[in-house]
């Protein structure tokens, strides 16, 4: 592929200069016209020429109008231009009216001033972007068919994504796709064109575009298209037989740019999508900038979401805690890259290590803190019933402890919907890690809460990555129950909300997440198989293998009799606890978990859990055998 043509800078310098020269002789022309005056005020000119000729570059030098690559010139370079030419004529006014006061020469017509600025912003502004012109069409003309036929694309959604979509896809013909038209659901843009191509339906029409078309490809460029939208574009591709990506959502764009290169395969995180709420930015930015944050957990799916989320605010510090020590790398690699001028520290550490906790937190002396460190797999947990109470319970206790003595302004623990009524023990620990919290509020007045929601889609350990390598398998895929179901949200929203709830907590709060409907775990599996260009019972046989203990057929997000109440985001809401273990009978109660799981006694962590948290049916779930693992 052949370079892209440019012009270089100090070509722009020298054409400047003589662009300049014929600015003011221009003006004066135009002002004089040719004759007698003309020569009367020709000295005047000679000096316009010489004191622009010297400020002008330099006020261009100092706008940047020398350090552009003037090919990607847009809107915000036409700003610059326009800022450029008026300081510089501006200082050139100052200065000839001065040395003209002066009588450094004779007669001097004023209007030429406001003549010759237009002139320079014509002349300046036309220069660069006809050299961009002109390189564009040198581009498109060089390349046609290198890459044999171009593929016909059609663009879903003719708003900001689409069209920059479309503009790069005109921009880059070495990407060999040519977009032939946009579907969009708004009436008022129906027949228009955006960069010469027209909107020829709305999304309903699209099986009969396809057809007449004849299109290669379909884009949906649609960041906050709910999953119904993504759901009938991919069914409809799907029959026609037509390929089809998407731009990610609008949460996992968040901090990023709409590009071509974002562009993906739909997966079922798109079939899922929500309409976006507002995002109150405002409120997470005063929390966040010039703060030092901590985030436990750092490695895992979400810890590593809320380090990339919190990086888009500036803090002046980032530190990365968690405990395996490969997970915490590929996280400092994919930020320090994403955000070079953020100081982040990567420590590793047990959270069950109360002397070494509280050396990390006066050292580092964090004044925000996300707790996400915990085990959070069910199965797992049921025959390692006293890793989960150390780490979930002692762990989350010497986090609180140690934000308490260093003084932490705010700290949010993340939770789960099996911490209500739970029937197994990652549910039981994890609730009475949210005591631990809430009881550290009431005793200290700080912003402490909890944010409690379901399970997020695609983290480490879900259903979604198992029901994919079972697929790259060639089956069967395992479900427990055709009835089971659980509330599903994707990363990036589900993070993007913990951070509108931590910019509302005050002290104490118990957050729950606006989940949706439940999803059946049965649909997800079938989708997930025909993302994969497969059919299910056809290609893909799924078996259902009984629900295991410790698991329900569908998940609560607060207990009844338990209102809750809404809050100044429409996703998030506050529940109104009741009192629950507090001040010394909790300390006694953490105190005597982490003995008994010292004494490795699982069937009485199980029953003492069941005395502690309310509604707890731990210790009658059946024992768990480890025969499967979905």
């Not at 206790?397 to 260093?406: G, K, M, R, T, Y």
């Not at 427990?480 to 005050?506: C, K, W």
């Amino acid at each position: 592929m052949k370079a892209k043509p440019t012009l270089r800078n100090r070509n722009f310098l020298f054409l400047d200069m003589l662009l300049i020269v014929v600015s003011v002789l221009g003006s004066y022309a135009l002002r004089l016209e040719w004759g007698p005056a003309f020569l009367f005020y020709l000295p005047s000119a000679y000096w316009m020429i010489g004191i622009s000729l010297i400020i002008k570059p330099t006020v261009y030098y100092f706008f940047g109008l020398y350090r552009r690559i003037w090919l990607y010139a847009s809107v915000q370079e036409l700003k610059m231009i326009v800022a450029a030419v008026t300081t510089a004529s501006l200082i050139v006014s100052v200065v000839i009216v001065t040395i003209f006061t002066l009588g450094a020469f004779t007669g001097f017509p004023r209007s030429v001033l406001i003549i010759d600025w237009t002139l320079s912003l014509l002349m300046v502004g036309g220069l660069r972007f006809t050299a961009r012109l002109l390189a564009e069409n040198k581009v498109l003309a060089s390349t046609p068919g290198s890459n044999g036929h171009p593929r016909h694309a059609l663009i879903v959604g003719a708003g900001d994504a689409g069209a920059l979509v479309v503009r790069e896809l005109q921009k880059n013909p070495q990407i060999n796709m040519v977009p032939v038209g946009f579907l969009d659901d708004n009436p008022s843009k129906q027949k228009q064109q955006i960069y010469g191509i027209p909107v020829v339906g709305t999304i309903t029409d699209m099986a009969h575009v396809l057809a007449s078309k004849h299109v290669d490809e379909v884009i949906i460029a649609i960041p906050s298209a709910p999953g119904r939208v993504v759901r009938l574009v991919a069914d409809v591709c799907r029959l026609k037989g037509v390929p089809f990506r998407t731009m990610p959502g609008i949460y996992e764009l968040l901090g990023g740019k709409v590009s071509v290169s974002r562009l993906r395969e739909v997966d079922i995180t798109d079939l899922l999508r929500r309409e976006p709420a507002r995002i109150q930015d405002e409120r997470v930015g005063s929390i966040l900038s010039g703060k030092v944050v901590l985030v436990t957990g750092a490695g895992g799916s979400i810890g590593r979401e809320l380090c990339r989320q919190t990086l888009r605010w500036g803090p002046s510090e980032l530190i990365l805690l968690g405990h395996g020590e490969n997970s915490i790398f590929e996280s400092l690699l994919e930020l320090k890259e994403n955000f070079p001028s953020v100081i982040i520290h990567p420590v590793i550490a047990d959270i069950r290590d109360r002397p070494r906790i509280q050396a990390i937190f006066s050292h580092y002396q964090p004044q925000v803190v996300f707790h996400a460190a915990a085990h959070k797999h069910v199965p797992l947990m049921e025959v390692n019933v006293e890793d989960a109470v150390t780490n979930n319970i002692l762990g989350t206790s010497n986090i609180v402890e140690a934000s308490l003595a260093q003084n932490v302004e705010r700290l949010v623990m993340i939770s789960t919907d099996k911490a209500i009524r739970p029937i197994n023990v990652m549910g039981a620990t994890k609730r009475i890690a949210e005591m631990i919290v809430l009881d550290a509020a009431g005793r200290s007045g700080k912003s402490y809460s909890v944010v409690r929601f379901g399970n997020v889609l695609g983290s480490r350990g879900s259903v979604v990555p198992l029901f994919k390598r079972q697929i790259s398998l060639g089956g069967p895929v395992t479900v427990t129950h055709p009835d089971m179901q659980r509330y599903f949200m994707t990363i990036p929203e589900a993070v993007n909300l913990v951070l509108q709830s931590a910019s509302m907590g005050e002290g104490g709060e118990l957050f729950i997440l606006n989940m949706g409907q439940q999803v059946r775990i049965l649909d997800l599996a079938e989708d997930l198989i025909r993302l994969s260009g497969l059919e299910p019972g056809k290609d893909i046989e799924i078996v259902f293998s009984g629900v295991r203990p410790g698991e329900k057929l569908s998940e609560d997000l607060w207990e009844e009799g338990h209102d809750f109440q809404p809050t100044a985001h429409p996703d998030i809401f506050r529940l109104d606890r009741k009192e629950e273990l507090r001040g010394e009978d909790l300390q006694h109660a953490i105190h005597e978990l982490v003995q008994l799981s010292k004494e490795c006694d699982a069937k009485a962590i199980m029953n003492l859990l069941d005395e502690l948290v309310p509604g707890s049916a731990v210790s009658a779930s059946p024992p768990i055998e480890m025969t499967s693992i979905d």
